[in-house]
Nanobody, 126 residues
Framework: QVTLVEFGGGLVQPGGSLRLSCTAS????????IGWFRQVPGKEREGVSC????????YSRDSVKGRFLLSRDNTENTVSLIMNSLKPEDTGVYYC???????????????????WGQGTQVTVSS
């Protein structure tokens, strides 16, 4: 069993930055991948970025490459999504999720992940 909690959402102007954090508790043996997803009403949840905890390898969707970064703090079991140069189309509810490395290369598919946080709202608007 893994429990995930996200922090850090909010309202930001276009071009601004936000840092989302995901803290995991429970059995660390139950996951070795943390993914970030986002969802807007009427659309499917889409993969944003993920990190393999074993070696720090990250993957991101094309629309956020060069703007979003992932960092991890192993001592705090926390993975952060650092979002820069935010655009209105980045608006949505952001979720973190845990999974196993066998989900690669399909890291962007939400059904490959086992446990989910409650989500945090990110709104990019002037």
């Amino acid at each position: 069993q893994v429990t995930l909690v996200e922090f850090g959402g909010g309202l930001v102007q276009p071009g601004g930055s936000l840092r989302l954090s995901c803290t995991a508790s429970g059995s660390s043996a139950a996951y070795d991948v943390i993914g970030w997803f986002r969802q807007v009403p009427g659309k499917e949840r889409e993969g944003v970025s993920c990190i393999k905890l074993s070696d720090g390898t990250t993957y991101s969707r094309d629309s956020v490459k060069g703007r979003f970064l992932l960092s991890r703090d192993n001592t705090e079991n926390t993975v952060s999504l650092i979002m820069n140069s935010l655009k209105p189309e980045d608006t949505g509810v952001y979720y973190c999720a845990s999974g196993r490395a066998r989900l690669f290369p399909w890291w962007y598919r939400s059904n490959e992940y086992e446990y989910w946080g409650q989500g945090t709202q990110v709104t990019v608007s002037s």
